[in-house]
């Protein structure tokens, strides 16, 4: 009856129950063992592609040390065959053969020897093999001259024969019959066998052995990057595996991962802040909103009051409805980075009609608004994103620049890479930008002044949603600056004809 090993009626140990599992199914066991580890994939292939090698080997072995040993046996018959052919005398051209003279020949037990005349009679037999028509059939070509090898099956195995033509003179007077036992040979090839049988299942399982514990190594650093990605989480974004060792395909795995981690890292931190400076941006508008409806409900007021307060909160819903328009535009860009920008736009055209419509502001503020650019400067791209960018650039600098400053706008065209572009340089003589806070113009919400320019009405995303568009068009935006003097925000854009034309 076959019975389940058990470590107890019930193992306690979690080693136990794993065994138990193991034995009650050792099939599916050693299935979900290969499907889920390389390292038994690695050294079940190996192994088998080894056992493979192994069987021809030992099958080529076997073949190549039983063809050399016949090789041999047959050539010592054949020198046996000789002695004896040359015991045998003739008599007026008749074979003279002797009981005696033939008995050198006898090496051991299990031989045979057979004379046979010219004419095929059999007139020597000192074995009474039962073969007689298989040997026999070589005799027709001894006597035509050639030297025959063949095996029979004697009385304790197989035998060796040897049939030679016997000459006297030029003139075949006969041929002889040699045959010896194969046992040598055969306790040779059952002893090589043996040894076979035993050694390969033992190479075989140490190569295994070795084969496992070098892909064990060589996996080994795979579990330590799985377990360091296992703790990784969007709170624990600090871990790195920080694998010390050579710059293999495994070190080079690692290094690749870390740099992933330390980019998801800044991307994730990057949104957390958007996330947070949205929420912010968000609440500032609706909570002066509630605070000037509150304020006002509290008591009757005369009708100016209640117009001021109105048209207070629809200047905070106006900012709310700016804020919530450029996160809509981000968002949809996050979403689908890259329009398909087709449209062929000449700003020759397009900035003279963005500067006219600017106009009002900077007159306002008694600014000068310079525009410098030739007739035709062609690109391709959006024409509604391309307005807003412009708009955003110049918007800022009629912000930020004083009363009573000057705004000029220069275009020109140069060669970048082979490429020719179009560059146009907004330049104003506002405060200018410190050099530590350059880096961060682009970023979202990033304010040089938070207080003071959410009083002027920004949202924090002009900048980032112009370098959105001046980068989803094949270009971008660059800043250059001098405190007290002024700033210059230098478009960069693919020209849309041959530079001639652009
Ligand atoms: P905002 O809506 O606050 O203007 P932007 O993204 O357009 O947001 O600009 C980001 C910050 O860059 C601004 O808050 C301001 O501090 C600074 N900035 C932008 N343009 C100029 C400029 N022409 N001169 C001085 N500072 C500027």
């Not at 076959?2 to 599916?28: E, V, Y």
């Not at 054949?78 to 002695?83: K, T």
Request: proline content about 4%; hydrophobic content about 40%.
């Amino acid at each position: 009856m076959k019975q389940r090993i058990r470590f107890g009626s019930a193992p306690a140990t979690a080693a136990g129950r794993i065994f138990d599992r193991i034995l009650s199914n050792p099939l599916a066991w050693a299935r979900t063992l290969l499907v889920r580890s390389i390292r038994w994939q690695i050294t079940g292939w190996y192994t088998l592609l080894l056992a493979g090698m192994m069987v021809l080997f030992s099958a080529g072995t076997y073949v190549a040390v039983y063809r050399l040993l016949i090789e041999n046996f047959d050539e010592s018959l054949a020198s046996q065959a000789n002695l004896l052919v040359n015991t045998i005398g003739f008599e007026n051209g008749e074979l003279m053969i002797t009981n005696d003279s033939l008995r050198i020949g006898r090496v051991n037990n299990e031989h045979l020897i057979r004379v046979y005349r010219a004419d095929g009679t059999l007139i020597y037999n000192d074995n009474s093999i039962e073969q007689a028509n298989a040997l026999a059939a070589s005799v027709p070509l001894a006597l035509a001259g050639e030297r025959q090898h063949f095996a029979i099956e004697g009385r304790e195995g197989p035998m060796r024969v040897l049939t030679v033509p016997i000459f006297d003179g030029t003139r075949t007077a006969g041929a002889l019959q040699l045959g010896l036992s194969l046992e040598d040979v055969g306790d040779t090839m059952r002893a090589l066998l043996k040894a076979l049988l035993i050694l390969a299942p033992g190479v075989l399982l140490l190569a295994s052995c070795g084969g496992f514990f070098l892909a064990s190594r060589a996996l080994g650093p795979i579990n330590r990057i799985t377990r360091a990605a296992q703790q990784i989480s969007a709170e624990n974004f600090s871990r790195r595996l920080d694998l010390r060792g050579p710059n293999d395909e495994i070190g080079r795995l690692a290094h690749t991962f870390d740099a992933m981690i330390t980019r998801l890292q800044l991307a994730f931190e990057q949104q957390r802040r958007f996330t947070a400076d949205a929420s912010h941006e968000l609440r500032s508008p609706i909570t002066a909103i509630i605070g000037q409806i509150d304020v006002a409900v509290e008591r009757t007021r005369d009708a100016e009051s209640y117009q001021a307060t109105l048209l207070s909160v629809r200047e905070q819903a106006q900012r709310l409805a700016r804020l919530t328009n450029d996160l809509l535009y981000l968002a949809r860009s996050d979403a689908q980075p890259k329009p398909v920008l087709k449209e062929p736009i000449d700003l020759g055209q397009l900035l003279p009609a963005i500067v006219a419509q600017l106009e009002p502001l900077a007159e306002a503020r008694n600014q000068t608004l310079q525009i410098q650019l030739p007739p035709t400067l062609l690109t391709h791209g959006n024409e509604d994103d391309l307005i807003r960018l412009f708009l955003n650039l110049l918007d800022n600098a009629i912000r930020y620049t004083p009363i009573g400053g000057s705004i000029a706008i220069e275009t020109g065209t140069h060669t970048t890479n082979n490429q020719p572009t179009i560059h146009v340089a907004i330049r104003d003589t506002g405060p200018g930008i410190a050099p530590e806070h350059l880096p961060h113009l682009f970023e979202r919400f990033f304010r040089v002044d938070r207080g003071r320019t959410r009083a002027q009405g920004g949202t924090g995303l002009g900048l980032s949603i112009a370098q959105t568009i001046a980068q989803a068009h094949g270009g971008q935006i660059q800043a250059t600056s001098t405190l007290g003097q002024g700033s210059t925000f230098t478009v960069t854009l693919p020209c849309g004809s041959i530079q001639t034309l652009c």
